[in-house]
């Protein structure tokens, strides 16, 4: 109360603020988005626990196999790609710029592989999303991974893009630009964990 | 404060809640009582509200009081603050813990009331009740052991003091099946049956509402319940199956048009005084002067052509629920009926 | 011209959403041409991708995206000079601006303008009403006004409304510069005019606005007609700006508090926004996934709710309750923080159980993910799902209840000021009360069978809703308003607002308790004749109660422009943005403040909130400096 009232005309700059906590804000946001992400895929397992369990139809039905051998290769390309990726950001720590760029390079390319493998199995499984609820449930939850996969590789392109023009550098505020879209890449990666287990293993 | 503020404080909260309560006890808001169960769930409206008068009255006098007694007024200084009370633990324990201890109770006499409402009867009626926009279709399927095998879709008519089991279910988009006098509604969706279960005890004639938003002629989707003698259940069921065998006949054999248009709930959203039609949310059929043709189209093909100014809401359904002899009759009876 | 093209603003904009009408129509039909799709040119799924991309198109054009474009292109960063900061004039407030406090009043006038908007769909429904039978709207039109009013009431309005009051306080009060993503935060305000012109347009769509209710319950909104496409987009855009801005409080609640500033020492509003802000990261992907298969089933054909395919119309409630029941928290608690506020300032006290009120709140967010099912106890589910879920409905009572009473305790032995916000206060204490002992009621599965989908339930959600939240709303804006524009409201206007209001809120809804238990059905186009009476009151309540908001506005739009000039603090508290100018300067502080204690020792002698230090007037404008936002190197 008796702290007088500051004026307007005072200020031209603003003031730095104060960082209450040690983690970083960037890095904080992104783990919130990622809890978010999390039950946005909740709500698709949602409904095919719906159609798989409570509907309790054949899964999938017949006519309608999926091509897991495709799948588990693809899935060990994908999970490779979180190896690359940790591989640039331990690079960038180390000032390994060569690390850096050809762990970037990497893991956009194995990511680009795995979404075309997943295009090319769409093409190639011989029934659409309207064919039953179970094509339904398969195409939505593959296809919402597919869309955060492709999400992922244009973000890793502008960082490799950066990192090739020399941007990013050992010190601990010189690299969120990689480690930020890192755990972005990782949740993608994982998330693919349970939407391959639960729709091709199970 | 002073004691005799107190005093009538306390009495103006005493007075008031009784007086709620009383209130609503002796005013009766709900329809008619038609089974066992509507009074077990009036009963417990009164409870619950009951319980929460004092409740309400209390914190309604607390802050009139507070309002009255910490008022500043223009004789305090200017900054004048309240006293620095932080809270009391004791305090704050006792309204978490009676209420929660309030909740408990009413919670588990709920669930034994619902436990009642929702009781089995031993031999039921059963009754398949299929919601469609926007007309209930009902099937007997059994009384007891009894096999009845009739089909309705115009009023529910049943006999008194009868246990009834309906297994709701719907040929397209959610509906809800409620009959207010019993206090009972359950949903009706397509590809679930889901039961409901009530003995009504008082003849008469009752609403049936949908309650779910199915469309746009959700507002007309209103029936009636007809509870009836036990004789006259049987002679209308009697009439029911001697007019309505095989989707109903004429004395000449064959299927009876306007026995079709009732049956199928026609006259819910179609005007047509033959057959006594009321309904807005389609055309009036009556002077509606179609041929034979147009009429089977718009049966047929509901989309194919709409009459300006009403929606595109008729179900499409009726093409292939109508086997061809009734389609054939129904239009016959309706380029007579509506010329 | 070239030039205003290239730089943001409504001209680019207009190009912009063109251009990405224009993208979304080719990038549909040649996806369909290139696949040999029968229909190559298919209505549903163009209009499903135009919605998506005119929109993104509008948002790049008004300058939502220029910063992270240039970040994306790889053009080396630059400190933000903080040239958008503020609002200098009133066109100010129409680009995109990254001030905490100028995105607040953008929020609140633009939630407000949704509000009248909504608030006159009801009374033209209401006099659809006024009598038994057909008055002047036929039924598709009356079920497209009622859906209307809902998802403009919550979507555009009671959701974000909430965070344009915290937008501007809430940085103040925890001693923040900004908030911790200023460009984030301006894209979650123009999410919103998007989402409200997309529910806007869709009276314009072919088959009219969208008529499933705001529930959008399938299988119905899959055969919809085009109107219903635009409410699953506008609900995407709505509650995309929703998550933004919940991360964006999140973490500035958790990073950017001014030091001294422990959790146990933030104001309520802030511990409020804190918790909603949980519910909403956790939730609204819910409403998200429920939208997103309602749309594939439209446009792609999929089978989500269709049981002849194998599909379940249940899961489609269960996906969009496990949203919209959190949603009603989400919609009360920051009202609960604002209550908490403006009753121990005006009664001047110290908020009785500052501890159990932060529990409770954080209690409620729990609890609140556990009831979902209670929206569906005659839907088609199992039966035994009921009564646990009765039971966690019944025990939010508990803790909401400790909330009523400790802002009962605070006003015992307080200073008690009995100012425009306060009324509110205590009537929103007395309306949400009723809310409250009927929500309990209706969770009571036997009772809740005859009422639900009645005007019962109708009467309950208003009571909580307008007679609960609105009533917090109007509470912090008559307490912030001297804060955000400087200028004083008109008192004796104030209180002839909160009466009508108060009255002809409780004419309006009240009766609908009654008629509900009677037997009248919800969301009707036309009611049994019996109804009449009661209907007929209602109407002419409510359309006083719409007229007793022109007080509001005229009381706004005069104060505004020419009310009694502010103090810094005219209701004398404690919190740190009543201790700044009104409004406060442009980066809100010389320096951060340092927190010394709790934000409401009222009484305490001695006692003191925030220090604040004040340097010498800085000579001239100085270099800015960077904020620290954002930048990585």
């Known amino acids: 109360m008796e702290a007088s009232t500051a004026h307007a005309e005072s200020h031209g700059h603003m003031p730095v603020a104060n960082a209450s906590v040690e983690f970083n804000r960037e890095k904080l946001g992104m783990l919130l988005f990622i809890f ?31 091509p897991v051998g495709v799948a588990f290769a693809n899935s060990a390309i994908l999970f490779s790609s979180s190896a690359t990726m940790h591989w640039a950001l331990e690079g960038v720590r180390h000032n390994n710029r060569k690390a850096l760029k050809a762990g970037l390079v990497l893991t956009i390319l194995l990511g680009a592989t795995f979404l075309g493998v997943q295009i090319s199995e769409y093409a190639h499984l011989g029934f659409l999303p309207k064919d039953s609820a179970q094509a339904t449930a398969f195409f939505s939850l593959t296809g919402l991974h597919g869309t955060h996969v492709a999400v992922g590789l244009i973000i890793l392109c502008v960082v490799a893009r950066r990192a090739f023009k020399g941007h990013y550098g050992p010190e601990k505020d010189k690299h969120w630009g990689v480690e930020i879209p890192g755990i972005y890449w990782h949740f993608v990666d994982v998330m693919w964990f349970f939407v391959f287990t639960s729709l091709y293993l199970l | 404060m002073k004691a005799s503020h107190r005093i009538a404080g306390i009495v103006a909260v005493v007075v008031s809640s009784v007086f709620l309560i009383a209130f609503t006890y002796a005013y009766d808001w709900f329809p008619t009582q038609l089974t066992p169960g509507s009074g077990k769930i009036d009963g417990l409206y009164k409870l619950l509200t009951a319980v929460s008068i004092p409740f309400f009255v209390l914190i309604v006098a607390f802050m009139v009081f507070c309002l009255v007694e910490f008022r500043v007024d223009p004789s305090d200084p200017p900054d004048k603050d309240g006293e620095p009370i932080h809270g009391s633990t004791r305090i704050e324990l006792i309204w978490t813990g009676v209420p929660l201890l309030v ?60 246990p009834l089991e309906f297994r709701i279910t719907s040929l397209d988009v959610i509906h809800s099946f409620w009959v207010p006098a019993a206090r009972l509604k359950r949903d009706a969706t397509a590809g679930v049956v889901t039961p409901l279960r009530f003995t009504p005890e008082k003849t008469g004639s009752y609403d049936i509402v949908c309650t779910e938003l199915c469309g746009v002629g959700h507002s007309t989707m209103r029936g009636r319940l007809k509870v009836v003698s036990t004789a006259d259940w049987v002679k209308w069921l009697k009439a029911q199956k001697s007019g309505g065998a095989g989707g109903g006949g004429t004395p000449g054999g064959g299927p009876d048009g306007k026995q079709i248009f009732t049956s199928n709930g026609c006259g819910g959203c179609h005007k047509l005084a033959a057959a006594d039609g009321a309904g ?60 | 011209m070239a030039v205003t093209l290239r730089s943001p603003g409504w001209y680019r904009a207009a190009l912009s959403t063109l251009i990405g009408a224009a993208f979304g129509c080719g990038l549909v039909v040649g996806l369909r041409a290139l696949f040999g ?129 915290a937008n501007y306080v809430l940085p103040l009060m925890i001693g923040a510069p900004d908030m911790a993503f200023p460009r984030l935060n301006a894209l979650s305000f123009w999410f919103l005019p998007v989402a409200g012109v997309l529910m806007m347009a869709s009276f314009l769509a072919p088959g009219g606005a969208f008529a499933t209710g705001w529930t959008a319950y399938a299988p119905l909104s899959d055969q919809a007609p085009m109107g219903q496409t635009f409410f699953a987009v506008a609900v995407q855009f709505a509650g995309a700006s929703s998550i933004a801005t919940a991360i964006n409080f ?62 379940d119309s249940v899961m489609y409630q269960h996906v969009f309750w496990f949203y919209s029941h959190p949603a009603v928290y989400i919609m009360v608690l920051p009202g609960f923080g ?140 008559y307490h912030w308003f001297p804060k955000m524009t400087g200028r004083m409201l008109n008192d004796t206007l104030g209180k002839w607002h909160f009466w009508l209001t108060f009255i002809f809120f409780n004419l309006t809804f009240g009766p609908m308790h009654l008629v509900g238990l009677e037997g009248m059905p919800r969301r009707v186009a036309d009611y049994a004749s019996e109804f009449a009476a009661w209907n007929a009151i209602m109407s002419f309540a409510s359309f006083a109660l719409g007229l007793s908001t022109l007080i509001f506005v005229y009381n706004v739009i005069v104060s505004w422009r020419s009310g009694k000039p502010a103090e810094s603090n005219p209701w004398r508290a404690q919190t740190l943005e009543w201790q700044i100018s009104s409004p406060p300067p442009i980066f809100n502080f010389d320096e951060v403040p340092t927190v010394v204690g709790h934000p409401y020792e009222y009484g305490v002698p001695g006692a003191r909130h925030g220090i604040f230090k004040h340097p010498e007037p800085l000579a001239a404008a100085k270099a800015p400096v960077p904020a620290g936002v954002g930048d990585d190197d």
Not at chain 2, 103 to 128: C, H, R, T
Not at chain 2, 152 to 159: A, H, K, R
Not at chain 3, 46 to 66: K, M, Q, R
Not at chain 3, 109 to 123: K, Q
């Open chain 1, 36 to 66: 978010s992400e999390v039950m946005l895929f909740a709500s698709f397992f949602t409904a095919y626990f719906f159609i798989r369990v409570v509907q309790g139809g054949e899964w999938m039905p017949a006519g309608q196999e999926l």
């Open chain 2, 103 to 162: 909740i408990l109770l009413l919670g588990i006499y709920s669930w034994v009331v619902l436990d009642k409402v929702e009781a089995k009867q031993k031999n039921p009626m059963v009754i398949n009740v299929t919601g469609q926009q926007y007309i209930w279709n009902y099937e007997y399927v059994k009384n007891g052991s009894e096999k009845l095998g009739v089909k309705t879709s115009s009023d529910l008519v049943v006999p008194v003091n009868k």
């Open chain 2, 280 to 339: 807005t949310t389609g055309p009036a059929l009556d002077g509606a002067g179609l041929s034979a043709d147009e009429l089977r189209e718009s049966i047929v093909d509901p989309g194919a052509k709409i009459a300006n100014g009403f929606p595109n809401v008729m179900p499409a359904t009726f093409g292939k629920s109508l086997s061809k002899e009734e389609l054939d009759a129904l239009v016959k009876f309706l380029a007579e009926a509506g010329k």
């Open chain 3, 37 to 165: 799709w029968d229909e190559i040119v298919q209505a549903e799924s163009i209009v499903s991708v135009v919605l998506i991309t005119a929109p993104l198109g509008f948002l790049y054009g008004i300058g939502c995206f220029d910063y992270w474009i240039h970040w994306a292109a790889g053009r080396p960063t630059y400190v933000d000079d903080h040239s958008d900061h503020g609002a200098r004039s009133w066109k100010d407030y129409f680009r995109v601006n990254t001030d905490h406090k100028v995105i607040g009043i953008q929020y609140v006038v633009t939630t407000f303008f949704f509000f009248f908007v909504g608030g006159l769909l009801a009374m033209t429904f209401r006099a659809e009403l006024i009598e038994p039978g057909r008055q002047f709207i036929d039924a598709q039109t009356f079920n497209a006004l009622f859906s209307a009013h809902a998802a403009f009431m919550i979507f555009t309005f009671m959701v974000p409304v909430f965070a344009g009051i």
């Open chain 3, 250 to 311: 999140l973490v500035t609640i958790v990073t950017m508090r001014a030091p001294g500033m422990t959790f146990w020492r933030m104001p309520m509003l802030a511990w409020a926004n804190f918790a909603t802000s949980l519910l909403v990261v956790l939730a609204t992907p819910f409403i998200a996934g429920s939208q997103f298969m309602i749309l594939f089933d439209r446009a792609l054909g999929m089978n989500f709710f269709d049981a002849v395919q194998g599909g």
């Open chain 3, 338 to 477: 604002i209550i908490s506020e403006v009753i121990s300032t005006h009664a001047r006290k110290p908020i009785f159980g500052y501890r159990m009120m932060a529990f409770s709140l954080l209690a409620i967010v729990v609890l609140g993910f556990s009831v979902w099912a209670h929206h569906m106890f005659v839907a088609s589910m199992q039966d035994w799902i009921r009564i646990p879920m009765m039971f966690t409905t019944m025990l939010i009572a508990v803790p909401t209840g400790v909330k009523i009473f400790s802002w009962l305790g605070t006003m015992w032995r307080g200073a008690i000021h009995l100012r425009v916000p306060m009324m509110w206060a205590l009537g929103f204490i007395t309306m949400f009360v009723l809310g409250g002992i009927s929500g309990v009621m209706v969770a009571v599965v036997p009772f809740d069978i005859h009422v639900s989908d009645t005007y019962f339930i109708v009467a309950h959600f208003h009571y909580v809703l307008f007679g609960g939240s609105m009533f917090t709303i109007f509470a912090g804006i």
